[in-house]
């Protein structure tokens, strides 16, 4: 069974360095093609892709966020780290990890975690 | 980025009706659009990959095509378990953008 889960906090305040963590189970990230992205929706707003990572640690960041975003991960401990840095309330957001089903011709969030909720506020 | 803007921007509609959603891409995107089912509080749920192809385990009533920039999204007859948000998202170029959403309630 394919699982995700995003664990953080719930509170950061402006200016500071978000960190999130994915820790995963039923599959691998060291083997091709795989991939997991980190997706975010603010409340009452649509969906925000963020940034992915590739089982060859190929990386691929929101051409907004980019300066602000690193994606990373961890195969031996399955987790896959999302650091946000300078936070500010617009990034007041539900934060989703997700499974990529790629293959040619074809590229989809598959699975999904359960989202962790981000509150920034002084 | 590609910009992807679905209509109508909300709908009602009663148990037993279809019900068809439609999402428009800013160019051409051959048939790279997944589409979501969000419950509330809930994550997002694949229901449709490339365009017209049903994920498994998703009811039959559920169903995709469109190629290009113009896509849809159809439930042959509404349940009440399908009250949600629902997203299209394209996967030709990145970053993936979604569609604004749309809230289906049902009457």
């Known amino acids: 069974q394919v699982t995700l889960r995003e664990s953080g906090p719930a509170l950061v305040k402006p200016t500071q360095t978000l960190t999130l963590t994915c820790t995963f189970s039923g599959f691998s990230l060291t083997t091709g093609p795989m991939s997991v992205s980190w997706i975010r929706q603010p409340p009452g707003k649509a969906l925000e892709w963020l940034a992915r990572i590739d089982w060859d640690d190929d990386k691929y960041y929101s051409r907004s966020l980019r300066t602000r975003l690193t994606i990373s991960k961890d195969t031996s401990e399955k987790q896959v780290v999302l650091t946000m840095t300078n936070m500010d309330p617009v990034d007041t957001a539900t934060y989703y990890c997700?499974?990529?089903?790629?293959?040619?011709?074809?590229?989809?969030?598959?699975?999904w975690g359960q989202g962790t909720m981000v509150t920034v506020s002084s | 980025d590609i910009q992807m803007t679905q209509s109508p921007s909300s709908l009602s509609a009663s148990v037993g009706d279809r019900v068809t959603i439609t999402c428009q891409a800013s160019?051409?995107?051959?048939?790279?659009v997944n589409w979501y089912q969000q419950k509330s509080g809930k994550a997002p749920k694949l229901l449709i990959y490339?365009?017209?192809n049903l994920e498994t385990g998703v009811p039959s009533r559920f169903s995709g095509s469109g190629s290009g920039t113009d896509f849809s999204f159809t439930i042959s007859s509404l349940q009440p378990e399908d009250t949600a948000t629902y997203y299209c998202q394209q996967y030709d170029s990145l970053p993936y953008t979604f569609g604004q959403g749309i809230k289906l309630e049902i009457k």
């Open positions: 997700a499974r990529q089903r790629t293959s040619v011709g074809s590229d989809a969030f598959d699975i």
């Open positions: 160019q051409d995107i051959s048939n790279y």
């Open positions: 490339d365009a017209s």
